[in-house]
């Protein structure tokens, strides 16, 4: 037909599940504002290095004033090495060279750094040079020693790295060498060495092997532990000069040896010497002063008995030297010109008892060994 029809609508309520609503986002906070306040904290303290320090923590060991010249820096060997032994430079210019030790006189001194340039060249020619040792408890093996050698001239490195040089080639460098004092408490030894003269001419006493005995200048009961003229358990003087000729060249070197609680000093005199116009010459240019201190089983050399027994030494023993010697109070002057008197200085301590006279008669059966110069070095010598 022409319509349909629709019925039955109704209305009904619908039930609906709410819609989960999204969480807020948390919104960034903007940054707490903190109020600054001034805090003292106190630095923790780092130890500046010493004023004279240098590379891997170098240091020079000090200065001192010598009258008649002026200020000399100590330069130690061993800064090449990974351990060197100690040189002290005590306030008032007292020197204590410890066991292994050697260092030179210096205009200045460089931490870690060696110059030839640098080390003083004392013109001694013509002049003298006074200072005070105390080499108690440095026995038989002990080699306490005070010389010069032309280092200042040296510009080689050597194989030391220090441009050490001497008259035994010790660091692969020869040169002039004069040892003023090769020593401990029971002999002296005083030598001249030109370049090449190994052996040298000496003076003093104490040493020997087969065949030869060493200087007798003076005997155990003038030197030595307890002795009338140089007691060696005490401190002593030394004095040096090069007298000249009328020309103005060497003639001798002269070496006095006093102690002011005796009265007969103890002369040494070289003359005559083949190589005095060398060491003129080198004197003359200027001379490095050196102090060592080094031990050896070997040392009869400069203190066994000889052949003639009036040594002091029977046999040598490195172990049981003092840890180190004094050697303090040098001036230089004029020859007939006055030293200031000796500083006083009290003992030396020392890991080792004073030491007793040697006995009067001692005649060892040892074979005399290669001479040693310095540690770790031979060189074939019969006299020092």
């Keep these: 037909g022409d319509s349909v029809t629709i019925s039955g609508f109704s209305l009904e309520a619908i039930s609906e599940e709410p819609v989960a609503q999204p969480k807020p986002v ?11 306040v001034a805090v003292s904290v106190e630095p923790v303290a780092t130890p500046a290095p010493p004023a004279d320090a240098g590379p891997a ?34 306030p008032g210019g007292e020197m204590r060279p410890t066991m292994g030790s050697r260092a030179y006189f210096a205009d200045v001194c460089t931490a870690g750094v060696y110059d030839h340039n640098q080390y003083v060249a004392l013109k001694l020619l013509g002049k003298k040079m006074r200072y005070s040792l105390d080499v108690s408890g440095a026995g038989c093996g002990c080699n306490a020693a005070f010389y010069l050698t032309s280092m200042r001239q040296n510009p080689h490195k050597s194989q030391c790295s220090d441009h050490y040089c001497d008259a035994n080639n010790v660091c692969g460098e020869s040169c002039a060498e ?6 401990n408490m029971f002999a002296w ?38 002795a009338k003229c140089i ?41 005559n010497y083949v190589g005095m116009g060398e060491l003129s010459q ?18 009869l050399w400069m203190d066994g008995a000889g052949v003639d027994g009036m040594g002091a030494c029977q046999t040598d023993s490195a172990k049981s030297c003092s840890d180190s010697v004094r050697i303090y109070d040098f001036a230089v002057g004029d020859i007939g010109s006055e030293f200031p008197p000796p500083a006083p200085s009290g003992p030396l301590v020392t890991s080792a008892p004073p030491a007793k006279p040697a ?21 074939p010598s019969d006299s020092s």
Aim: a negative charge.
């Design 231 to 271: 007691d060696t358990n005490k401190p002593f003087q030394v004095e040096v000069s090069f007298p000249v000729d009328a020309q103005g060249s060497l003639q001798a070197m002269e070496v006095m040896l006093s102690q002011e609680v005796h009265y007969c000093p103890l002369k040494m005199r070289i003359d």
């Design 57 to 90: 923590g170098t240091t020079c060991p000090g200065s001192f004033e010598m009258p008649g010249y002026g200020s000399v820096a100590i330069v130690p060997t061993g800064w090449a090495e990974t351990a060197m032994s100690a040189f002290e430079v005590l």
């Design 26 to 36: 948390a919104m960034p906070q903007p940054p707490t504002k903190f109020a600054l």
């Design 359 to 379: 006995p009067e008669s001692q005649l060892p059966p040892w074979a005399m060994p290669d001479r040693v110069r310095d540690p770790g070095q031979a060189a």
């Design 189 to 226: 030894h005083s030598t001249l060495h030109t370049a090449q003269d190994h052996g040298g001419k000496p003076a003093g006493y104490g040493g020997g092997g087969p065949g030869w005995s060493g200087p007798r200048d003076f005997g155990r009961g003038e030197y030595g532990p307890g």
């Design 282 to 299: 080198a004197l003359e240019l200027g001379m490095t002063p050196i102090v060592s201190y080094w031990s050896a089983d070997n040392m």
């Design 178 to 183: 004069i040892d003023i004092q090769e020593a």
